[in-house]
C-alpha cells in the first residue's frame, strides 16, 4: 500500500485554440447569415483537444492524458499508470486493485497494529482512501489538513483530496490532487502532482485529468 513520488518540478501550460476564417460581414440578409456568424464564433473560440484518452485494460479504467505528457516507469512501483511533462513539470499516476482484496488485506486479524483496520461501517473507497492518506502522511510533512470533498466522478463513488506536504530530499512544498475513486470491481487512486507555488499555473489540468477518469468495462 505503498507509495512512490519522485521527480518534482514544474512549468506553466499552454493551450492552443483553433482559428477562424471570416465568415462576411452583416449585410442584412438575416438569419441565415446570423446564423453563419454564430456557428463561426463558436468555431472560432473552440479550445483543440489536447489530450489523448488512455485505456488501461488491465485496471479497466481510461482517463484523458494532455498529449505533452509522456509515459514514465519511475513514478511509483505499483501504479498501472505513470505519466509526466518534465518540462512543464506535471504528475499523475493511477493505482487500482480489486475490491476484494483490499478488504481481505485489511480485515485480517494479524494485520499490523499501525494501520488502520478495515472499518465495515464505511465504503471501501472510504477505507482505501484512509489506508493511503495514512501511507503518504507517514513519508512526508503536511503543511495543514487535507481538504476531503464528496465527488461523482462518471457515475462513480470518490473523494477528492488535495494537500500540501514537503518530502525529504525536495526542497519546494508540494501540491497533490487525488482522487480515490470505487469502481465495480476495483478501488483506484488517481494521483496527481506538482510544486506548491505553481498550484494556480496547473490546478486546472490536474483536476481534469481526475474528471476524465471512467470505466472501460
Known amino acids: 500500500m505503498t507509495s512512490r513520488t519522485t521527480g518534482i518540478l514544474v512549468g506553466a501550460s ?3 485554440f ?17 446564423m453563419a456568424i454564430k456557428e463561426a464564433l463558436e468555431k472560432a473560440f473552440a ?12 485496471g479497466g479504467y481510461k482517463i484523458n492524458i494532455p498529449k505533452n505528457m509522456a509515459v514514465s516507469r519511475e513514478l511509483n512501483d505499483e501504479a498501472s499508470l505513470q505519466y509526466a511533462n518534465t518540462s512543464e513539470e506535471l504528475y499523475i499516476i493511477v ?28 465504503t471501501p473507497e472510504k477505507n482505501y482512501r484512509i489506508v493511503q492518506m495514512e501511507s503518504m502522511a507517514a513519508k512526508m510533512t503536511l503543511r495543514g489538513e487535507p481538504t476531503v470533498k464528496k465527488q ?8 477528492v483530496v488535495d494537500f500540501v506536504g514537503n518530502v525529504e530530499g525536495v526542497v519546494e512544498d508540494i501540491y497533490y490532487k487525488l482522487a480515490f475513486v470505487e ?31 471512467k470505466l472501460s468495462e
Do not use: H, R
Open 14 to 16: 499552454l493551450f492552443a
Open 18 to 34: 483553433a482559428l477562424f476564417s471570416s465568415c462576411g460581414g452583416m449585410n442584412g440578409k438575416g438569419g441565415s447569415d446570423s
Open 47 to 58: 479550445k483543440e483537444d489536447n489530450t489523448n484518452e488512455i485505456i488501461v485494460g488491465t
Open 95 to 122: 493505482i487500482d486493485e480489486p475490491k476484494t482484496d483490499f478488504i481481505k488485506a485489511y480485515s485480517d486479524k494479524d494485520l499490523d497494529p499501525s494501520l488502520s483496520k478495515y472499518d465495515d461501517k464505511l
Open 152 to 159: 461523482t466522478i462518471n457515475g462513480l463513488d470518490a473523494e
Open 183 to 213: 469502481g465495480t470491481k476495483n478501488i483506484y487512486m488517481v494521483m496527481t502532482w506538482t510544486l506548491a507555488s505553481m498550484k494556480n499555473d496547473n490546478n486546472k489540468e490536474m483536476d481534469q485529468m481526475i474528471q476524465s477518469f
